[in-house]
């Protein structure tokens, strides 16, 4: 067995796409690799096969090392409900909350199982590539440090920093990481990786040479720019990652995703995203809302407080008049829980009985007990698949059905995630939203699948990685945990 910790100058620094591509790499090689991240603080999560909630990045790796995603490649999985408070899915079932004054101290119990999971997966495979969290250098949080060098420390592992060139100064973050461990953690750090580079590399080398003379890690490459691949991320620095450069066209569909506060799987509108003539903008300006072909309201971790916030922004405004106008809006989740007549709250918000929009013939009662699981629907007779992760249960009286939620007029909920990953489905879907809407677009049918287009990006990704980094040097690096 054998391991290695890919961690960051930063959160989004490149983290998660240089472990998903690394699996890839270690998978066409024939090495028996799976991915590792000890915690996620992330809303944006996917259900396994068997039913566990894991950070939907380490979902992604699994696909890309080839091998069926389980709670121990992310044991620990915390999702903000508010800026203090943090709901913790453990072994992928929920566990309690965990306040913001105990994130340093109170994660004892979170920190053995997450060692426990790291061994039984080093136990049952040749490789384990696991991802950090954030940045090393966050010495505040070392005490109790189990996803970076806590981790690295526990268990022996060569150490490689992923540096954000697109940031601007690298060099610097690079060196102030080193500099800012202590000594025995500094002695894991093997090496660096230059990550988002646009331009001649070579222009780096005498930054580079100094970095390695002062620090003694070795640099492993710079990988270039890739703006074709927009592997998910944890966190909501950017809820937009498939953002094109080109112009979509005259006949283009235009989609306005509600950046709510506490957005959810936002991942789910991403295979929007990627059909070619669909401009999705995700956006709080009710401008943009008001004058978009369709409307979505993503998934949302605390719906009530998403509400009110709605409110308080002239959205919820746009939403209601839209709606009497018959213009196109969907709900996700919490995005659909907020369209339902009522809310009763006792779990995420505990704000117990709140109006909803009331475009929809639903109330929600929210649940201790969570749902979470991979479902199949059907609609006018296309099996539609997805997952589920939510509290709410919905009540329904009225409406025409919609996967397991419900259409009136030409608004539809769904508490579905993933839905629009089926291809004819989506595509139906925004056929519908342009024949309502007078829009001239139509799908594309010669353009690849989602699917198709995911694994695409994870061996471009895979490629670059190969042609612009040491990647036999790291794959030999994470040999030296298990001497």
Not at 38 to 52: E, F, H, I, K, L
Not at 71 to 88: E, Q, Y
Not at 158 to 163: K, M
């Amino acid at each position: 067995m054998s391991g290695l910790l890919m961690t960051g100058t930063s959160s989004d620094a490149g983290k998660s796409a240089l472990v998903t591509g690394l699996c890839r790499v270690a998978a066409r090689r024939g090495i028996d690799v799976v991915p590792f991240k000890s915690q996620n603080m992330s809303n944006n999560s996917m259900v396994c096969p068997d039913g566990a909630e894991i950070g939907r990045a380490q979902y992604l790796q699994a696909t890309a090392a080839g091998v069926v995603p389980e709670a121990r490649m992310n044991p620990v999985l915390l999702k903000p409900g508010t800026d203090r408070r943090s709901f913790i899915v453990l072994m992928g079932s929920p566990a309690g909350e965990l306040d913001a004054g105990e994130y340093a101290t109170g994660r004892r119990r979170l920190a053995e199982a997450a060692f426990d999971a790291y061994a039984d997966l080093a136990a049952r495979h040749e490789l384990v590539l696991c991802e950090g969290a954030g940045s090393p250098a966050e010495i505040n949080l070392r005490s109790g440090d189990y996803v970076n060098m806590g981790l690295a420390r526990r268990f022996t592992l060569p150490t490689v920093i992923i540096g954000d060139i697109d940031r601007g100064g690298v060099l610097a973050c690079l060196y102030g990481t080193w500099a800012l461990l202590e000594e025995a953690d500094r002695a894991l750090l093997r090496g660096y990786v230059i990550n988002k580079f646009r331009g001649d590399a070579s222009i780096l080398d005498p930054g580079l040479d100094e970095i390695d003379r002062r620090t003694g890690m070795r640099d492993y490459g710079v990988l270039p720019w890739l703006p074709d691949v927009w592997i998910d991320g944890e966190d909501s620095l950017r809820v937009d990652r498939w953002a094109r450069d080109e112009d979509p066209g005259r006949s283009a569909l235009h989609v306005a995703v509600v950046r709510l506060p506490r957005i959810s799987n936002a991942t789910d509108v991403e295979a929007l995203a990627a059909e070619p003539g669909v401009d999705v903008q995700v956006t709080d300006d009710p401008r943009v809302a008001e004058r978009a072909d369709l409307l979505v309201l993503p998934g949302s971790r605390a719906a009530v407080d998403d509400l009110a916030w709605l409110a308080g922004r002239g959205l919820g405004e746009v939403v209601v008049r839209r709606h009497a106008q018959g213009r196109p809006v969907l709900g996700i989740c919490g995005g659909y829980e907020m369209l339902a007549e009522q809310l009763d709250d006792g779990v995420e918000s505990r704000s117990g009985l709140v109006p909803g929009l009331g475009l929809l013939p639903v109330r929600v009662l929210f649940d201790d007990d969570k749902t979470v699981r991979v479902a199949t629907h059907d609609h006018r007779g296309t099996a539609v698949t997805g997952y589920e992760i939510h509290h709410g249960r919905c009540r329904i009286d009225g409406g025409e059905p919609f996967l397991d939620g419900v259409r009136s007029a030409n608004t539809w909920g769904t508490m579905l995630h993933g839905f629009l990953e089926n291809d004819d489905f989506r595509r139906a879907l925004l056929s519908e939203v342009a024949a309502l809407t007078g829009s001239g677009w139509s799908p594309d049918e010669r353009a690849d699948g989602y699917a198709q287009r995911r694994e695409r990006m994870i061996e471009t990704l895979a490629d670059a990685m190969t042609e612009h980094l040491d990647v036999d040097a790291l794959l030999a690096l994470a040999k030296e945990s298990a001497r």
